[in-house]
């Protein structure tokens, strides 16, 4: 087993700390302050004390530990919503579809976890790369496995990561070498929900994970619902990602109205359920999701990577569904949340174009609709409404995606009163950003505009810019660091 090199020693909190930078604090998905020159302080418990121009802080700062990042920027942490921790080995493998792709390289790369030092070595190396690229919070899929959903918890809590986790649940349609017995699977992701749900005062939680329909009975979704509400922990699952998906899940449950309506049935639905994708919905579906409070996960780097579509982002964001962005990984090729801040304003851009296409052709046709009178326009209508072109399309902006990936990705997950954003009392998950990388003119003068900041950062940005990240006021990756862990691995030891 390779031998990683500790963090403790960089993840002690000082006494009250001053960062000083150019500060970026969304605070909603169209109001963002930006600060040229700030000061986020930070108390010894790693709460924010307060957010201020670096001019307000007394010359005489005795009884504070002063960082001086300037130029660089102050960004809140990102939040992953949606990843998959033994698929990281497996990442950007080409070819096929959904089903196709699971069967080829991910249920291989799964059943390898059932060696828990396989398990560990992962572990490091997925959190590490998360953590050196921003991301302070992360929602994960672990494998069927036990012990290597406990080693993942494991690691996340001595690397400083706030992790969301849950062990894979499957019961049928499943190689048999992933597929459970239904009690058991129960009995141990309620083992580990005991054990680490709430550990550190909430840095870690669990999910209850069933897969998805296909590989899930409706017994055991039921019954993971029920433990779920019992320990008020969390759901996560996939929703309507691929169309062959869903011809499988509608004979599989043919009494359900649709996709969506089998996790109603099973109890699924509500403020703590996270479903990925939802790629396929009808507008019944997204009023279901509405109702119930449920969670969006985007994650559109993955869809076009598996040829699964285009979510409908702005639908979603103006039935005030709560959305996250999540990197998907591996089917999203990368662990990177700045390179799918972009791919989800590409995505949303993609989708404008493709129905602005489609309704202009069949505004060539309406002629030939309006000869058979009232029912044709009746028909053209319907027509409109079934492909989505009823209505002039949106397109999400870099505001909104880097919104979605900071607070917006915090309210998704219910943490929005704890990270997302500097504010005085939430915990200070931070990321140090040298901006020069992705501006050609090599700028990171104050008197860069908020949009051009953004809209490099979201079409731009890249892990190389992350000099440091921090959790609850604790440096948990710095440039460095990461270097020398890295060379660490090859050779064995440090």
């Known amino acids: 087993m390779l031998t990683q090199p500790t963090v403790a020693r960089d993840i002690v909190a000082e006494p009250r700390a001053v960062y000083r930078a150019r500060l970026l604090n969304p605070q909603s998905a169209e109001a963002f302050d930006y ?39 102050l960004i809140p942490g990102l939040v992953d919503v949606h990843s998959h921790l033994p698929q990281y080995d497996a990442v950007a493998m080409d070819g096929g579809e959904l089903l196709s792709w699971l069967q080829a390289h991910i249920f291989p790369a799964e059943a390898r976890f059932a060696n828990p030092e396989k398990a560990r070595d992962a572990a490091e190396r997925f959190f590490r790369d998360m953590l050196a690229h921003g991301t302070t919070t992360a929602a994960v899929y672990a494998t069927i496995h036990q012990e290597a959903t406990s080693v993942a918890f494991s690691v996340a809590e001595r690397l400083g990561m706030r992790a969301i986790i849950g062990k894979v649940m499957m019961d049928q349609n499943a190689p048999p ?14 083992e580990l929900c005991q054990q680490w749900h709430g550990r550190d005062r909430g840095r870690l939680q669990y999910a209850f994970s069933p897969r ?26 996939h929703l309507s990602e691929n169309l062959d998906e869903l011809k499988w899940v509608k004979r599989l449950f043919p009494q359900a109205q649709h996709y969506t309506d089998v996790y109603r049935r099973a109890g699924l639905l509500g403020a703590k359920t996270l479903m990925a994708h939802c790629v396929h919905l009808s507008d019944e579906e997204f009023d279901l999701l509405q109702k119930t409070d449920t969670r969006i996960c985007h994650c559109p780097s993955a869809n076009f990577f598996l040829k699964s579509g285009i979510m409908n982002l702005v639908k979603a964001m103006k039935r005030h569904i709560h959305v996250g962005i999540g990197t998907d990984v591996g089917a999203g090729p990368s662990l990177s949340l700045f390179r799918e801040m972009g791919a989800a304003c590409l995505a949303s851009k993609a989708r404008w174009a493709m129905e602005r296409f489609y309704r202009e052709r069949l505004l060539e046709v309406w002629a030939e609709f309006s000869m058979l009178g009232a029912r044709g326009t009746q028909l053209f209508r319907r027509v409109l409404a079934h492909l989505e072109l009823d209505e002039e399309a949106h397109v999400a902006d870099p505001k909104l995606v880097f919104y979605l990936a900071t607070l917006g990705g915090a309210r998704a997950l219910g943490l929005d009163h704890h990270i997302g954003n500097f504010a005085p009392g939430k915990d200070a998950d931070f990321v140090v950003i040298d901006t020069t990388p992705i501006d050609p003119t090599h700028d990171e003068s104050e008197d860069q505009s908020l949009d051009t900041l953004l809209s490099r950062l979201v079409y731009r940005g890249k892990g190389t810019m992350v000099q440091a990240t921090f959790v609850r006021g604790r440096r948990v990756h710095e440039e460095a660091q990461g270097r020398r862990a890295k060379f660490c691995q090859r050779l064995g030891s440090c």
């Open 177 to 190: 070498m992933l597929c459970e017995d239904t009690e058991t699977s129960l009995k141990q992701s309620e």
């Open 35 to 73: 600060l040229p020159d700030g000061a986020l302080v930070v108390n010894a418990d790693g709460t924010i004390a307060e957010v201020v121009a670096a001019s307000r802080i007394a010359d005489d700062a005795s009884h504070v530990t002063l960082h001086d990042f300037r130029p660089h920027l």
């Open 212 to 237: 998805f329909a296909l590989t899930c009975s409706m017994t055991l979704m039921r019954r993971a619902g029920e433990l779920a509400r019992q320990y008020n922990a969390y759901v996560q699952t």
